[in-house]
């Protein structure tokens, strides 16, 4: 049904990659930028190249959709009164890309009325890519070979499950949630799009984040490939996050899991976060 809009989206995930390994291949120099939640974080050349790429190609093939950036300024009140919103990471793990550990991702991702309905990931470095319509399932192409279709867990029991947590951004509760649910292992990755990934290849069976300082675009994209596979990707205390809201920022961290542990995990997460302090952050801004 989306095809168009899928084409164009690999295409230009395809075609920023290059352009992101080539500065990732020469000396790296990140700069301080002031993010939408006042706190500083790094930036660099290829994230401006790869978000101007995304932006003017898919301005140039959907001239009437709204487009949201993280390396763009935001029109929120235009935006949100768009029925179609292009949601775009350039390089989501720009820390892992400073530090050159190849754990970032391109993210683009296609909201209709608030839903996410479309996304696609790709993980240059590692030349993965991770793609889905809603409806339609979701895929994986690896070193660009056939795609095979993406399927979740059957995993519920914690002490045989795989928990993925942020390499560059681990939470000071993760101890505790370590603790709490005694996994039978756990994996600290870079970029939330190939935490989520390894949750649909069944590589991991959940992830944590308590942090309220991730974006709509970290978790856009990444949330309909979860889905389609048969995942789910809410916030700390199991609400969903919409894509046609003023606020840029997931207040309520994030849990993704294989989908049929989900209610199990949020249940289980409650007297962690109860013990942590981690409490609801309702945004203060209006739709």
């Not at 990140?30 to 790869?50: F, N």
Request: aromatic share 6%; hydrophobic share 40%; charged share 25%.
């Amino acid at each position: 049904m989306l095809r168009r809009e899928l084409d164009a989206a690999v295409g230009l995930a395809r075609y920023v990659s290059e352009v992101i390994l080539d500065h990732y291949s020469r000396e790296i120099i990140a700069e301080q930028k002031l993010g939408v939640d006042s706190y500083y974080e790094p930036v660099t050349i290829a994230d401006r190249a790869a978000s101007k790429i995304i932006v003017e190609g898919l301005a140039a093939e959907f001239p009437g959709d709204a487009i949201l950036s993280e390396e763009e300024i935001d029109d929120a009140k235009v935006r949100i009164k768009n029925e179609r919103v292009w949601i775009i990471d350039p390089i989501d793990g720009t820390a892992g890309f400073v530090k050159k550990d190849g754990d970032f991702a391109v993210q683009i991702g296609l909201a209709i009325n608030g839903d996410v309905v479309l996304g696609v990931v790709l993980l240059p470095f590692h030349n993965v890519l991770y793609r889905a319509v809603k409806g339609e399932g979701a895929f994986v192409e690896h070193d660009g070979a056939e795609p095979r279709e993406l399927r979740t867990s059957e995993s519920t029991d914690f002490a045989k499950m795989t928990l993925a947590f942020s390499r560059n951004h681990p939470s000071k509760g993760i101890t505790a949630i370590l603790e709490g649910f005694k996994f039978q292992s756990a994996i600290q990755r870079g970029s939330i799009g190939l935490k989520v990934g390894l949750i649909a290849e069944q590589q991991a069976d959940a992830y944590i984040h308590l942090s309220p300082r991730t974006k709509l675009w970290d978790t856009c994209a990444p949330q309909i490939i979860l889905e389609e596979a048969g995942g789910r990707l809410t916030d700390l205390f199991g609400e969903s996050y919409r894509y046609d809201v003023a606020d840029l920022q997931n207040h309520g961290g994030i849990v993704a899991t294989n989908g049929i542990s989900h209610d199990a995990v949020i249940k289980h997460l409650r007297p962690i976060l109860d013990e942590l302090g981690r409490s609801r952050i309702r945004s203060t801004a209006t739709k």
